[in-house]
């Protein structure tokens, strides 16, 4: 199976957070959207959300064990899917 492999870019400090790896990229830009939106005092994509982005990395497939990369391309930015 081909997985997606993602990651938090970190605007302000200009770097990209741990990848992870997703079966399709509407489930990291749901699990994103959520987590940007959950209110807590030590949430740094909900309390900075113009700092952070969602990339796309590349794709990992679980059956041959290989990785393609290819230049990050951004799904979504978390001042766009942020609630008022």
Known sequence: MIH????????????YNRPFTVPHKNVAIRDFTDE?????SDN????HP???DLYCLGQFND????FSFEPPVVLV???DVISS
């Open 44 to 47: 740094q994509l909900n309390k």
């Open 4 to 15: 997606f492999v993602i990651s938090v870019k970190d605007r302000a400090a200009d770097v």
């Open 50 to 52: 113009d700092d952070f």
């Open 77 to 79: 930015r978390a001042k």
């Open 63 to 66: 059956v041959t064990g290989e």
């Open 36 to 40: 940007v939106n959950r209110v807590a």
